[in-house]
């Protein structure tokens, strides 16, 4: 899930039991076949489409939802509140085109402010076309009657696809970036990996498998999504990976590098800390780093 200050912390484990209830989370060159300029025209486009909806108003409590994004990974909806919040106990159901649909979910809210993002991840079998119906129920906080919003959707366009095949190596170890991938919502990177991934220097413990992060030619960096199940993960000499990006540059960068890295396995088998002792550490490998032009 994404991190941020919640108003509903004093009913996360309430919250928590209740997604797991309901089987969710909250956890070389190319040539682009499409590029836009900017993301933020896109998402301008989508916010004018939805931002028609008129709030609904139960009980002294008024929901709208000003923005409703989908890109064919990610179904992104923002939700303004006025004169309360959402209920943390009652999570949202979500229904396309009559069809109830379980995603993996995240709620996510700031302290100050009266709107909260719910972001669907789209995957497994239950896949969405292009254009589609959606319904979501909302329940808030003593307020009995749901709000019930229907809102047409349409896919917004990939503001690039790369498709480079270009490969870097050093030593026993080589990638190949397969597929790239930037929406106005995320990022998508398929990589091809063969070899032994590099040991860890001057370090007791022993490599993770290899991941990803991306950085513009600004220095902007965006890091991989993983959990501590595919840092753990033994690394085969033959991997395949399928990586995914929280979120996007706020303009097509003309370049970007893919920048390799490696966790720490400690003796005990458990992800070592860097010296702030809040985030996994990593180490990057200079030596296979890959730009790539993306206009």
Do not use: C
């Given at each position: ?91 949202p159901v979500l229904s396309v085109d009559g069809k109830e649909m379980k995603f993996s979910t995240s709620i996510t809210t700031s302290e100050g402010s009266n709107t909260a993002l719910i972001s669907y991840s789209i995957n497994g079998k239950q896949q969405l076309s292009d254009n589609f119906n959606m319904t979501l129920k909302l329940y ?25 095949g270009t490969t870097k190596k050093s030593g026993d170890f080589s990638y190949t970036v397969d597929y790239f991938e930037m929406t106005p919502l995320m990022m998508k990177l398929k990589v ?104």
């Amino acid at each position: 899930m994404i991190s941020t200050k919640s108003k509903y912390i004093r009913n996360k484990i309430a919250l928590t039991a209740l997604i797991v209830a309901l089987g969710m989370t909250v956890i070389g060159s190319g040539f682009p076949t499409y590029v836009s300029a900017d993301t933020s025209k896109q998402a301008a486009a989508a916010s004018y489409t939805t931002a028609a909806m008129k709030g609904i108003k139960h009980s002294g409590v008024t929901f709208s939802l000003p923005k409703v994004m989908y890109d064919g990974n990610r179904l992104d909806i923002t939700v303004r509140q006025e004169g309360g919040t959402m209920d943390p106990l009652n999570f949202p159901v979500l229904s396309v085109d009559g069809k109830e649909m379980k995603f993996s979910t995240s709620i996510t809210t700031s302290e100050g402010s009266n709107t909260a993002l719910i972001s669907y991840s789209i995957n497994g079998k239950q896949q969405l076309s292009d254009n589609f119906n959606m319904t979501l129920k909302l329940y808030a906080k003593n307020v009995t009657e749901p709000f019930i919003f229907n809102v047409p959707v349409k896919k917004l366009d990939s503001l690039v696809t790369l498709q480079p095949g270009t490969t870097k190596k050093s030593g026993d170890f080589s990638y190949t970036v397969d597929y790239f991938e930037m929406t106005p919502l995320m990022m998508k990177l398929k990589v091809n990996s063969q070899g032994k991934v590099p040991a860890v220097a001057k370090s007791k413990g022993l490599s993770s498998k290899m991941f990803y992060d991306i950085v513009d030619e600004k220095g902007n960096i965006k890091e991989v999504t993983v959990s501590d199940i595919d840092v753990k993960s033994k690394p085969g000499s033959n991997s395949k990976e399928d990586l995914s990006y929280a979120s996007s540059f706020k303009a097509v960068p003309k370049t970007i590098t893919i920048k390799p890295f490696t966790y720490t396995i400690d003796t005990k088998g458990e992800i070592m800390k860097d010296s702030s002792g809040r985030k996994w550490a990593k180490t990057y490998y200079k030596n296979l780093e890959m730009k790539i032009t993306m206009r």
